[in-house]
């Protein structure tokens, strides 16, 4: 998510410990090839992340190219003069590489860029806006689109998005104060990208948090859950004609994970424990989120994904909070990118859990790191 948040925002994520840690280093890898009846294919892993040095309380970023043989780990640098660079969204096309993030100026404001290979790019902002963060990318043909927030002391939260560097802001209802643009999705010529509003009592909305999409541009806002008072999407994905959305609800006690199938919300977790959804995917009739839940006496937030509404806990360390942050789906495969505890270092790795098995850790658990997006391309 977005550094410029609500308290709403702040308080759902303290709830949870964390969605997101802090990504770097290099360790055994995934990937896999195949072959038989003369033809070989071979799967190559993208996994982006983000680290925060203890000492300088800076934040790097890099991503990890895994295939059968390797990982490499790429740095990604901030651009001249910024510093914290940290990558939230990763997209691959052809030989090319691109991720969607932050960095900070020298007053500690977010400046949105995204960064092609290795090449850190900046991004424009709104014209009197002085904030912005890119929280998605998504890539057809030539063209790089990217969703974010811009934002200034004394205005309104704006969402926005990037199609070749050059901005364009969404539109919300009346009512509305401040808006959140999270997640992107491409189908065909149509761009969909996931977001929040913020209405004020006595707005047609209501008063609350209310999760949305936009499509090419037309503002749909979804129900929230019944008996909740506000919800929150975080991811979308495209099936066919069908909108699917990922995230959370408030109801007058806790938090719970959700998804929306064309507006309509299914609750994923009990009233009883906190919990939220970060990351959502389709595959056939097969609907995969992924999250985080607060689970046992000791309220430890543990990764979880679900599969058709059933819930299953990725193996990690359960004395520490664990996080799943992004989806992916190859084939029959499903691989999750989040972060763990690593006992023997005494901190947060970055990682990625394929189809539920015990994680592949990335980073070389010297500071705190997390692994925030992740792709599959097979050749």
């Known amino acids: 998510m977005s550094y410029i948040k609500s308290s709403l925002f702040i308080t759902a994520l303290s709830l949870m410990l964390s969605i997101c840690g802090c990504g770097g280093g290099s360790t055994s890898g995934g990937g896999s090839t195949s072959g038989g009846g003369g033809s070989s294919t071979t799967t190559t892993v993208y996994v982006a992340g983000y680290e925060l040095n203890s000492s300088s309380n800076i934040y790097t970023s890099n991503y990890w190219t895994i295939t059968p043989t390797s990982t490499i780990s790429t740095a990604l640098p901030a651009s001249t003069g910024l510093q914290n660079p940290m990558a939230s969204s990763l997209a691959v096309s052809g030989s090319n590489v691109y991720l969607a993030g932050h960095e900070f100026d020298t007053t500690k404001n977010d400046e949105a860029l995204y960064w092609e290979n290795q090449t850190a790019l900046s991004l424009p902002n709104l014209s009197g806006m002085t904030w ?5 990318v998504a890539v057809s043909g030539s063209n790089v689109y990217i969703a974010g927030t811009v934002n200034a002391f004394g205005s309104n939260v704006q969402p926005v998005y990037w199609k070749n560097g050059t901005v364009t802001a969404l539109p919300f209802p009346t009512g509305v104060f401040d808006a959140w643009a999270e997640s992107i999705a491409l ?21 609350g948090f209310f999760a949305t999409y936009w499509k090419n541009g037309s503002v749909n806002t979804v129900a929230n859950p019944s008996g909740y008072t506000s919800g929150v999407a975080t991811s979308i994905a495209i099936s066919g004609s069908d909108v699917y959305l990922a995230g959370y609800g408030f109801d007058p006690i806790s938090v719970s994970a959700v998804y929306w199938k064309n507006g309509a919300p299914t609750v994923l977790s009990n009233t009883q424990n906190n919990a939220t959804a970060s990351a959502i995917a389709v595959s056939g009739s097969n609907v995969y989120v992924v999250g985080s839940e607060n689970i046992g006496l000791n309220g430890i937030s543990q990764a979880k994904y679900c599969l058709n509404g059933v819930a299953t806990v990725l193996p990690a360390d359960t004395s520490h909070y664990s996080s799943a942050n992004a989806i992916t789906i190859s084939g029959s495969d499903v691989f999750i990118a989040g972060q763990e505890w690593d006992s023997a270092k005494g901190n947060y790795v970055a990682c990625y859990w394929k189809n539920g098995a015990t994680a592949v850790v990335l980073s070389d658990g010297t500071e705190n790191a997390t692994a925030s997006s992740i792709t599959v391309v097979t050749q």
């Open 132 to 136: 912005g963060t890119a929280n998605a």
């Open 187 to 207: 189908s065909g010529s149509d761009v969909y990208i996931a977001g929040n509003l913020n209405s004020y009592v006595g707005s047609p909305l209501g008063n």
